[in-house]
């Protein structure tokens, strides 16, 4: 495995929840940010959370309190739990790391995975 990779996007309705997993591959050397973003169509991308040095978490205010970031170390694996979807909500989110830099900033992070679509509608 050469990048991340994303899994766990789908259709659902308002109000509902969705899983998103995000596969790393063994990177050499420490990652400080692992993060998720989302673009949904004619937007910039748009940070969502991401973990710290494997320790802290941080969240967007439009997500914080209905989407939990976790991570399994042993798996090189992040999760995305979305709880209480909205339409606003709908993008292809990305999972990507980065060696150093800004976590919120996307052009911090030079390796990302191919994305996956979440669909929300009302």
């Known amino acids: 495995q050469v990048h991340p990779v994303e899994s766990g996007g789908g259709s659902v309705q308002a109000g509902e929840s969705l899983r998103l997993s995000c596969v790393f591959p063994?990177?050499?050397?420490?990652?400080?940010?692992m993060g998720w973003f989302r673009q949904a169509p004619g937007k910039e991308r748009e940070w969502v959370a991401n973990i710290l040095a494997y320790r802290s978490i941080f969240y967007a205010d439009s997500v914080k309190g209905r989407f939990t970031l976790s991570q399994d170390r042993a798996k090189n694996t992040l999760y995305l739990e979305m709880n209480n979807l909205k339409p606003e909500d709908t993008a292809v989110y990305y999972c990507?790391?980065?060696?150093?830099?800004?976590?919120?900033?996307?052009?911090?992070?030079?390796?990302w995975g191919q994305g996956t679509q979440v669909t929300v509608s009302s």
């Open positions: 063994e990177y050499s050397g420490a990652i400080l940010c």
């Open positions: 990507a790391a980065a060696r150093d830099g800004h976590c919120a900033a996307a052009n911090t992070y030079n390796d």
